[in-house]
């Protein structure tokens, strides 16, 4: 089960921002989504998601065209999304923020305690935060309150945008292995993570696209392997 983007183009404000993207999110994948700021990688998620509307091309999941549905069909579909500004309602608890999303696609409460527990899993370190409010937590604690958010709808994928941005390394560490035991917990999940500097996604990501000016390059997908092109920054 696959995610297939077919010949995307998405327009803002009369500028290209994504022209001809065909890639494939496999199952039980990390992708890694590196560009410079202002390369279209969060672009890419939001599309992704439903929140920007497609100019045009596909989205195909399963052979159906979702490129045209809902924002919150597609969380139904299994789709998790954390932004980069992370979004914690401050008078909510942790576990409240965490359920929050599953409430609203009406999961019923044993699913929601199951989906808990599996988050929890990969993410062991999040659990005497569970009753403390969204307010009482720092930026890194924040982002990773996130990321279980988006685990709980996101069965099949989970979108990140830029998860590493502004933490503290020792929180940075603690986010990677949390991504990297998601591998062992999720073992069908397809993760995408945008970044702008590839370093902090070593050891993390099983394949790599390359993203500037709307064109994405794939590193290493399915077991083939292509160059970047030569304007492309691999590390900024």
Same mark, same amino acid.
Do not use: W
């Given at each position: 089960?696959? &995610?297939?983007?077919?010949?995307?183009?998405?327009?803002?404000?009369?500028?290209?921002?994504?022209?001809?993207?065909?890639?494939?999110?496999?199952?039980?994948?990390?992708?890694?989504?590196?560009g410079r700021n202002g390369a279209g990688k969060t672009t890419l998620l939001r599309s992704i998601m439903?929140?920007? #509307?497609?100019?045009?091309?596909?989205?195909?999941?399963?052979?159906?065209?979702?490129?045209?549905?809902?924002?919150?069909?597609?969380? $139904?579909?299994?789709?998790?999304?954390?932004?980069?500004?992370?979004?914690?309602?401050?008078?909510?608890?942790?576990?409240?923020?965490?359920?929050?999303?599953?409430?609203?696609?009406?999961?019923? #409460?044993?699913?929601?305690?199951?989906?808990?527990?599996?988050?929890?899993?990969?993410?062991?370190? &999040? #659990?005497?935060?569970?009753?403390?409010?969204?307010?009482? &937590?720092?930026?890194?604690?924040? #982002?990773?309150?996130?990321?279980?958010?988006?685990?709980?709808?996101?069965?099949?994928? %989970?979108?990140?945008?830029?998860?590493?941005? $502004?933490?503290?390394? %020792?929180?940075?560490?603690?986010?990677?292995?949390?991504?990297?035991?998601?591998?062992?917990?999720?073992? @069908? &999940?397809?993760?995408?993570?945008?970044?702008?500097?590839?370093?902090?996604?070593?050891?993390?990501?099983?394949?790599?696209?390359?993203?500037?000016?709307?064109?994405?390059?794939?590193?290493?997908?399915?077991?083939? @392997?292509?160059?970047?092109?030569?304007?492309?920054?691999l590390t900024t």
């Amino acid at each position: 089960m696959s &995610l297939h983007i077919e010949s995307l183009r998405v327009d803002l404000a009369g500028n290209v921002v994504l022209r001809n993207v065909n890639i494939v999110l496999p199952e039980g994948e990390t992708i890694a989504v590196v560009g410079r700021n202002g390369a279209g990688k969060t672009t890419l998620l939001r599309s992704i998601m439903g929140l920007i #509307k497609l100019t045009s091309g596909h989205l195909l999941l399963d052979g159906r065209d979702i490129g045209t549905e809902p924002s919150h069909m597609r969380v $139904g579909a299994g789709f998790g999304y954390a932004p980069e500004d992370r979004v914690i309602f401050p008078t909510l608890s942790v576990a409240q923020n965490m359920a929050l999303p599953c409430e609203v696609q009406r999961v019923p #409460k044993r699913e929601i305690a199951q989906r808990i527990e599996a988050v929890l899993a990969a993410m062991p370190q &999040l #659990k005497p935060m569970l009753p403390r409010s969204g307010a009482a &937590l720092s930026g890194g604690q924040g #982002k990773m309150v996130a990321l279980a958010r988006a685990l709980m709808v996101g069965t099949r994928f %989970v979108l990140l945008d830029e998860p590493f941005q $502004g933490l503290a390394p %020792v929180v940075a560490r603690q986010y990677g292995d949390s991504l990297r035991a998601l591998r062992q917990s999720h073992p @069908h &999940l397809c993760v995408v993570i945008t970044e702008s500097n590839a370093s902090l996604l070593e050891d993390v990501q099983s394949t790599t696209l390359y993203i500037e000016r709307g064109n994405v390059t794939v590193d290493h997908l399915n077991g083939q @392997h292509s160059a970047p092109q030569k304007d492309m920054s691999l590390t900024t």
